[in-house]
């Protein structure tokens, strides 16, 4: 979200940079040039207690992001010392301002983030999909295939990769995560099988997983389990 966000303060003409804490399970640890944590403080979304960053109303944990730029903007205070992080009162918790209610961290630490409100597991289901696709006749070709890419990159001219630019932004996601994706779009191939490698223990020690990594690129795919619950989590 902060590469996103740095994305969009660029489009608008002033310098921006997003920021990220270290991944704990990334292969090779980057530091970050800030420190999130004092950042956070000073920004008055975090504070400390007893060593440890809590954040008011919050209960399930929290993830920082942190965008440095020139963008000139109005300061907020940091939290004072003293100052609870619970809910003020019971028609804020409830939401009576037009405030995120409070009691949806409660309904949500019922469950897995991932496995969504809807208990989505106890549907029955299939090794096939009940319609028929024909996957034989149907092609898969990279995004950098697509006309519309392709006209970006000049492959048809000038006129076109000039033109290909014009398009009206609505909103500011639509402004700032196109050059995110176009920047992924060369490193999309054919679409290779992937190598089988040795047994990876990643969950319990009596149950190894197969390490799976890619052929072309797209990094290290040696916990898919993992990834498709990050996805799941963000719905």
């Known amino acids: 979200m902060a590469v996103v966000i740095a994305s969009y303060v660029r489009a608008l003409g002033w310098s921006a940079r997003g920021h990220a804490a270290v991944d704990p399970l990334a292969d090779e640890h980057v530091e970050s040039q800030v420190d999130i ?35 000139p903007l109005e300061v907020d205070l940091p939290i004072a010392a003293d100052a609870s992080l619970d809910w003020p009162d019971e028609s804020a918790y409830v939401g009576t301002a037009g405030t995120r209610p409070g ?43 697509d006309l519309f890419t392709r006209a970006l990159a000049g492959d048809l001219g000038e006129r076109p990769k000039k033109k290909r630019t ?51 690129f797209g990094g290290d ?10 996805i799941k989590a963000l719905g």
């Open 37 to 71: 944590e004092r950042l956070a403080q000073r920004a008055g979304v975090a504070k400390s207690v007893d060593g440890v960053l809590a954040m008011p109303f919050s209960k399930r944990g929290f993830r920082l992001g942190v965008v440095t730029t020139d963008y």
């Open 103 to 145: 009691f949806e961290d409660a309904e949500l630490a019922l469950r897995p983030v991932h496995m969504g409100r809807y208990p989505m597991e106890q549907i029955r289901r299939v090794e096939q999909p009940t319609t028929l696709i024909l996957r034989d006749e149907i092609q898969r070709v990279p995004k950098r295939a």
């Open 166 to 216: 014009r398009f009206a932004v609505k909103h500011p996601l639509a402004c700032a995560t196109p050059p995110i994706i176009r920047n992924m779009v060369p490193l999309q191939g054919t679409r290779e099988p992937l190598d089988l490698h040795e047994p990876l223990h990643l969950h319990e020690p009596h149950e190894p997983r197969e390490s799976l990594v890619s052929t072309g």
């Open 221 to 230: 795919l040696s916990d898919p389990q993992r990834y498709s619950d990050v």
